[in-house]
């Protein structure tokens, strides 16, 4: 199947709609008024990874929702996910080999990027992997704030401040990221056309199934829709099946190709 093209690099740093970002207060209080009923099934494990400078209260109303429904969860702790992700992985590793057994893997945006590497590396460990606006195939990011931040931090680490950067663990981790993903783990990648920060097609990866909503950026771990796709994945709903079909929400689930 083809992948659809990732734009071109300037239309990535400088030509993104940040502006959509503005409506995340309005999806979030929709999603408070919506009260919806968490996954459904028998408990599982579940272990969030939050995306770059995210902490456990910038996921707290994911935790929540699914504690409600029974489900044991914990929060990786990336100290915001602002130092290597070759050191994140290692911590959502620790996280995983401390949950009550094998877990769901749920990871926004950079931390998306980083469970999908940890699958890889550990796919006893995972149970199913759900991805909410991770540019898998786009690494570093190319949004020219979200850049400049990563950059500035990267130089931070090579002068041995945040802990110092493994340079050798750095390259295996991005070779990891760039691999085919060979995990016989499910796997759900949800996107939005109308994230302000990161192309849907970075998101997209043959070896998924491919969910398609209409959220922000932060509206991919905090929506309506963003809930609905994840309480889909993990109750093993019809709505996400073949690998490398794209589902659109709010629709009657047409396998469609993209």
């Known amino acids: 199947m083809a992948l659809p093209p990732v734009p071109h690099p300037l239309v990535e740093a400088f030509g993104r709609p940040t502006w959509r970002e503005r409506r995340r207060r309005a999806e979030a209080a ?4 919506a009260r919806l009923p968490p996954p459904g099934g028998r408990p599982q494990s579940v272990v969030v990874v939050p995306g770059f400078f995210g902490t456990e209260a910038s996921v707290g109303e994911l935790v929540g929702w699914l504690r ?3 489900h044991r969860v914990l929060v990786a702790e990336l100290d915001r996910n602002f130092r290597a992700s070759s050191w994140a992985v290692d911590r959502i590793t620790e996280a ?3 949950a009550d057994g094998p877990s769901v893997l749920i990871g926004h945006s950079r ?3 980083q469970c999908r590497v940890a699958t890889l590396r550990h796919p006893d460990l995972v149970t199913q992997l ?3 606006g991770a540019p898998v195939r786009a690494h570093p990011p190319k949004h020219f704030l979200l850049r400049a931040a990563v950059e500035s931090l990267r130089v931070a680490g090579t002068l041995g401040v945040l802990g110092g950067h493994d340079r050798a663990e750095d390259r295996r981790y991005e070779a990891t990221l760039q691999a085919p993903f060979t995990a016989d783990v499910p796997w759900t990648a949800v996107h939005s056309r109308s994230d302000g920060f990161v192309a849907w097609q970075a998101c997209f990866d043959p070896a998924a199934t491919n969910v398609e909503i209409d959220t922000s950026h932060r509206g991919l771990i905090e929506s309506v829709p963003a809930f609905r796709a994840i309480a889909a994945t993990m109750s093993e709903s019809p709505v996400v099946r ?3 079909e794209t589902v659109r929400t709010g629709e009657s689930c047409p396998k469609t190709q993209s």
């Open 96 to 98: 995983l080999a401390e």
């Open 111 to 113: 931390g998306g990027q």
């Open 130 to 132: 759900i991805t909410l």
């Open 30 to 33: 929709e999603l408070a008024a």
């Open 68 to 70: 409600r429904g029974g």
């Open 242 to 244: 073949e690998h490398g």
